[in-house]
């Protein structure tokens, strides 16, 4: 849709010429996120407050034209493509980190703060805030509440929602509403906040965010475990849990990960490995020891070929580096990647593994997996040339099978990336129509004319 020239002139009242793009050169850097797909909206503005946004959701749902939110754009599923054109709102400019508070373990921030600048903030003053996409150098915090962002360490210390105890965001009608509580506990009224996380940015901008802080472990250890198949590496995994050990962080690559793994940097591997486990354990000094030696005889009983731990921070670095950069250095050898979050109970990592391998076998498209293993949520990518309508054919009919046995094991389609439009086709395999119905309801209340990042999730 095309902006009408009168509305165009109000977004120049509040945003100027500064902080409104309209030229095709500026609309492009603002048409994709992280998923490959294009849809160039037709104006981009930078809000710096809470009042800029609300003057402008007001707009809109006076006006009737699509206002799409946008972090850094790194999400996976379309969420912030405009997919029905109109307005990207950029929270970049909104970007401090206004209060953290030491005494209670909380910190609050606007939408835009990049998540490893709050990453680094708040460790310098011996805090720690656990949610870490891989994308967190980039990513915003804002972002992150929208999909509800996990990330490695997820495993022990869950997701974003475990972290956000309320907001501050603004209705597409243009009211500002506030969210939560301060405190460690609160059970008044119905919990909008959690609504809030993961809603992908259909029900309201937001424009604040208060966070629960952890006390920053004393200390951390981090190993890199080689074995002969894929199969052995997932056995242990089951093997580690089972322990009731729980490392913070246990992520896995496949043998197609390690070879794109490979590109970046050597990862000075055994000759034969063909699957590789990243596990950090954290803690007191003391807890960190008995954990890697539970972890250690674990893992060699599940038939390792090499358990190495990383001799100083800066090894231990240089392993999480490369392992974070196996999802963007797949696009060198497939630009067109297909790729999944799906999660499955952890005692049935097994059994996804080997019906990936199957798979791989089946239909001949490269596939790639790797990530959370610990937490059940692998990173499943096909690799395919979008312009081949065969291979897009059998790609699709992959991932409805995939997607399938997912949840034939008691598992979902997505841990972290959300629906988004890729989804939207799918979201009633795992959904009953009731629930979607509800949901559906409650965009409406929220939303009535549906101008909110319209065309995603449903
Ligand atoms: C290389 C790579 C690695 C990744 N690794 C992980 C990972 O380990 N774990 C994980 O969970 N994700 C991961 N992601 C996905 C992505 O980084 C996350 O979903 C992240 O939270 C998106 O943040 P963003 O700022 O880029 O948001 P965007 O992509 O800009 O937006 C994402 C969604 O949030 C909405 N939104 C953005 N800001 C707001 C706001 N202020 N209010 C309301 N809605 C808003 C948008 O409309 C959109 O629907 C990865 C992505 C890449 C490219």
Redesign the pocket.
């Known amino acids: 849709m095309d902006l009408t020239r009168r509305a165009l002139s109000a977004l120049k009242k509040i945003y100027g010429k500064e902080r409104l793009k309209t030229s095709l050169e500026d609309r492009v850097c603002y048409a994709y996120?992280?998923r490959n797909m294009t849809c160039t909206p037709d104006a981009v503005v930078f809000p710096t407050s809470a009042e800029d946004i609300s003057q402008t959701l007001a707009l809109a749902h006076a006006s009737g034209f699509p206002v799409?939110?946008?972090?850094?754009?790194?999400?996976?599923t379309g969420?912030?493509v405009a997919v029905d054109g109109g307005v990207i709102l950029v929270?970049t400019l909104m970007n401090r980190i206004l209060e953290i508070d030491t005494d209670n373990f909380t910190a609050e921030v606007e939408?835009g703060v990049i998540t490893g600048d709050f990453h680094r903030a708040v460790e310098a003053k011996g805090l720690f805030y656990p949610p870490d996409?891989?994308?967190a150098g980039?990513?915003?915090l804002?972002?992150?509440?929208?999909?509800c962002?996990?990330?490695?360490r997820a495993v022990k210390y869950g997701v974003t929602r475990d972290y956000v105890l309320g907001v501050e965001a603004v209705l597409p009608t243009g009211e500002i509403i506030r969210t939560g509580v301060r405190t460690a506990k609160g059970v008044v009224g119905y919990d909008l906040t959690r609504l809030l996380v993961g809603s992908?940015?259909t029900l309201?901008?937001?424009?604040r965010i208060l966070l629960k802080l952890l006390p920053l472990p004393a200390a951390t250890a981090t190993l890199k475990v080689s074995f002969r198949s894929m199969e052995e590496a997932a056995e242990a995994v089951t093997r580690i849990i089972a322990s009731g050990t729980l490392p913070r962080c246990v992520e896995y690559m496949d043998e197609a990960s390690i070879v794109c793994a490979q590109s970046i940097a050597d990862l000075d591997l055994p000759e034969g490995c063909r699957s590789i486990l990243l596990i950090e354990v954290d803690g007191s000094s003391s807890e960190v020891l008995t954990s890697l030696a539970t972890v250690t005889g674990i893992v060699t009983e599940a038939g390792a070929m090499a358990v190495e731990e990383a001799r100083n921070d800066d090894e231990a670095k240089r392993l999480w580096t490369v392992r974070?950069k196996v999802?963007?250095a797949l696009y060198l050898f497939g630009p067109d990647k297909i790729n999944e979050d799906i999660v499955v109970p952890r005692s049935a990592i097994p059994q996804m593994v080997k019906k990936i391998e199957a798979l791989k076998k089946e239909y001949g498209l490269p596939m790639v997996s790797f990530g959370h293993a610990g937490d059940g949520n692998i990173h499943f990518n096909v690799m395919i040339d979008k312009k081949d309508p065969v291979q897009r054919l059998r790609a699709d009919a992959v991932i409805d099978e995939i997607f399938d046995h997912t949840l034939a094991l008691g598992g979902t389609l997505s841990g972290?990336?959300?629906v988004?439009i890729t989804k939207r086709d799918y979201i009633g395999k795992e959904i009953g129509e009731k629930e979607l119905e509800l949901m559906r309801g409650i965009k409406k209340l929220f939303d009535p004319k549906g101008i909110l990042?319209p065309s995603?999730i449903f």
């Open positions: 996120d992280a799409v939110p946008r972090g850094s754009g790194t999400g996976t969420g912030s929270t939408p996409p891989s994308s980039v990513s915003t804002g972002g992150n509440v929208a999909e962002a996990g990330g490695p992908e940015g309201a901008v937001v424009t974070k999802s963007p972290e990336h959300g988004g990042n995603k």
